[in-house]
């Protein structure tokens, strides 16, 4: 053989190797998860025909509940519990929209927060966690906004809830340099104690810095589970007992584009710097900010591109049903007022609400408005003004099973 037919050879060779190594690595990693997998498929144009039942919720105002934006939402004990950043408060609803009560304790007092960086319900306890980054404490309120404790924090923080026991999770959020436990910068999910300590962490970063809150939504279920989803991850995680396990990953079967685990190692975000997902999004790409809804019947799931996508899982026909809110040639504006700000659920019913922006285009156009079939949120919008509260909508769905 001469020399060039042995390194055509041996370049072969090793390449099949390389081939056979890297097939059975990857098939290791697929046999090591044991979860659910979830299709990513192409989106439909029409989201309103998927719509099983709905009902439109208008919020009692009072010369306490005065809402411009909800911010978040959560549902506990059949109240709704809304943050609004504008007065840095958490109001008190029933689930029919009925004024219980507030929670305001802004101030500098010890008591007292600087302004609300996160909030979270404790259904196990039946508790409303309040967190300050400012005053660097954590403030636990019962179920009807009374103040019950406030824990001083050693740490900058954005996302805490319940470990479903007597003690904290934090979830990893900005950059690393907030943190001064090693563990905490490397990790995303930090185990607490009652007291609010460092005692473990998991789930490695795989990001290389982002400066944007890493948990847009966690859901944390009445028997101390939890489903969340990090920045930019396929995969989402059941935290229960303190264990972590991945719980269900997604399988890309549509024409968008997602990262790879060595893009998305490299992507970067910084405020007023460097910012590479817009380059991947306007380049086909979704991808995922972490927030996740977990049913009896369904998971949610949000992705971005240049606009929201939205990922409905049936668990019982193992279907999905994606919504890009971008590709919508059917009744858009109407679709929005659903998809936009999906905040919590409860069973397989979803709460939506939509923001001022996406409500004022429906009301100021009166071509949409007159053309919409008699409904309930037809006559909802024809009876709105602008004192009104934040518009609540409550919405169930069916997946094709196709």
């Given at each position: ?34 979860g ?26 009072t ?51 600087i ?96 400066t ?18 990090p ?44 910012n ?47 919504i ?5 040639s ?15 659920a ?23 408005l ?22 609540i ?10």
């Amino acid at each position: 053989m001469n020399t060039s037919g042995f390194w055509t050879f041996s370049s072969l060779f090793f390449s099949i190797i390389a081939v056979i190594l890297f097939s059975c690595t990857d098939r290791k990693h697929q046999t090591d998860f044991s979860g659910t997998t979830i299709e990513i498929v192409n989106p439909s144009d029409d989201f309103m025909s998927f719509i099983a039942d709905y009902d439109t919720i208008r919020l009692e105002v009072t010369n306490e509940a005065l809402i411009d934006e909800i911010a978040m939402m959560k549902i506990m004990n059949g109240r709704f519990f809304i943050l609004n950043i504008s007065y840095s408060s958490v109001f008190i609803f029933t689930e029919k929209g009925k004024f219980i009560s507030k929670i305001s304790d802004t101030g500098q007092g010890p008591n007292e927060y600087i302004h609300i960086t996160g909030f979270e319900v404790d259904p196990v306890h039946n508790k409303i966690l309040i967190s300050d980054e400012f005053s660097k404490k954590l403030f636990v309120y019962n179920e009807d906004g009374q103040q019950e404790r406030i824990i001083p924090l050693y740490f900058n923080r954005e996302h805490i809830a319940s470990d479903g026991a007597d003690g904290f999770i934090n979830f990893f959020a900005n950059d690393n340099e907030r943190y001064n436990e090693p563990e905490m910068r490397k990790n995303c999910v930090h185990f607490l104690d009652k007291d609010c300590r460092f005692v473990s962490a998991q789930i490695p970063l795989k990001t290389k810095k982002i400066t944007r809150l890493s948990a847009l939504s966690i859901d944390c279920h009445a028997d101390g589970t939890i489903f969340y989803q990090p920045t930019l991850s396929d995969t989402i995680y059941c935290i229960k007992d303190r264990t972590v396990r991945p719980y269900y990953a997604f399988h890309n079967k549509s024409d968008y584009r997602m990262l790879s685990q060595k893009e998305r190692k490299k992507m970067m975000l910084l405020s007023g710097e460097r910012n590479d997902f817009k380059e991947k999004q306007n380049s086909g790409y979704i991808v995922s900010w972490g927030s996740v809804i977990d049913l009896d019947n369904y998971l949610y799931t949000i992705f971005e591109r240049t606009e929201e996508v939205h990922l409905f899982y049936d668990k019982r026909t193992g279907k999905s049903l994606v919504i890009d809110t971008d590709k919508l040639s059917k009744d858009k504006d109407i679709s929005n007022l659903f998809l936009r700000n999906i905040h919590c659920a409860r069973g397989d019913v979803f709460y939506s609400s939509p923001n001022s922006y996406r409500l004022d285009k429906v009301l100021s156009d009166s071509q949409t408005l007159s053309g919409m079939p008699d409904s309930k949120l037809k006559e909802y919008l024809q009876n709105t003004n602008v004192d009104d509260n934040p518009l609540i909508i409550s919405f169930s769905i069916k997946v094709p099973n196709r």
